[in-house]
T-cell receptor, first 110, second 115 residues
Framework: NAGVTQTPKFHILKIGQSMTLQCTQD?????MYWYRQDPGMGLKLIYY???????DKGEVPNGYNVSRSTTEDFPLRLELAAPSQTSVYFC?????????FGSGTQLSVL | AQKVTQAQTEISVVEKEDVTLDCVYE???????LFWYKQPPSGELVFLIR??????QNEISGRYSWNFQKSTSSFNFTITASQVVDSAVYFC????????????FGSGTRLLVRP
């Protein structure tokens, strides 16, 4: 079982560029989340979704956008990347019991 | 507002020592869940335990045990006879029972177990 799959694993982005981090889950979970983890820090919630077509902001949504057109996919879009967005990004899904995390995307904005 | 505090930034122990990781939480809800996750050096997040607010029984799983005390809003994690493989960052997290089940994480405690 694949669980939660994130791509890419690593990426270097130039300031001002845009990109989409992909996340897909095969557990038919309604709930999906994007977190970022800065060095030496805990995880902070960027956006979340409670089902296809429904998304909402988390603690740190500025500079990001999401969409949820299917149950399986929850891509995170970075527009006009800034150095402050250098972080490790984790996607997660849940049925309500616990969160299952992807392996993370390490993103550097230079 | 919900908040999780892990005051211990880093702990270093020698193998076979017991170690307790502290977690204090704040919430206005009477129904909530508490979690511990482990993040080894490889970076993935590994689920360890979930407790609901109605169950204050301590739990033991092998060398791991958890002490949940609502009176002090704490959910502490003890590793008995630590091993080098226990070296990781450990996160405590809180989830309120609303429509989203999103987790609020503490800042983590880095545990280093020396041989």
């Amino acid at each position: 079982n694949a669980g939660v799959t994130q791509t890419p694993k690593f990426h270097i982005l130039k300031i001002g560029q845009s990109m989409t981090l992909q996340c897909t889950q095969d557990m038919n979970h309604n709930y999906m989340y994007w977190y970022r983890q800065d060095p030496g820090m805990g995880l902070k919630l960027i956006y979340y979704s409670v089902g296809a077509g429904i998304t909402d902001k988390g603690e740190v949504p500025n500079g990001y956008n999401v969409s949820r057109s299917t149950t399986e996919d929850f891509p995170l879009r970075l527009e006009l990347a800034a150095p402050s967005q250098t972080s490790v990004y984790f996607c997660a899904s849940s049925s309500g019991e616990k969160l299952f995390f992807g392996s993370g995307t390490q993103l550097s904005v230079l | 507002a919900q908040k999780v505090t892990q005051a211990q930034t880093e702990i270093s122990v020698v193998e076979k020592e017991d170690v307790t990781l502290d977690c204090v939480y704040e919430t206005r809800d009477t129904t909530y869940y508490l979690f511990w996750y482990k993040q080894p050096p490889s970076g993935e997040l590994v689920f360890l335990i979930r407790r609901n607010s109605f169950d204050e029984q301590n739990e033991i799983s092998g060398r791991y045990s958890w002490n949940f005390q609502k009176s002090t809003s704490s959910f502490n994690f003890t590793i008995t006879a630590s091993q080098v493989v226990d070296s990781a960052v450990y996160f405590c997290a809180l989830s309120e029972v609303d429509s989203s089940y999103k987790l609020i994480f503490g800042s983590g405690t880095r545990l280093l177990v020396r041989p």
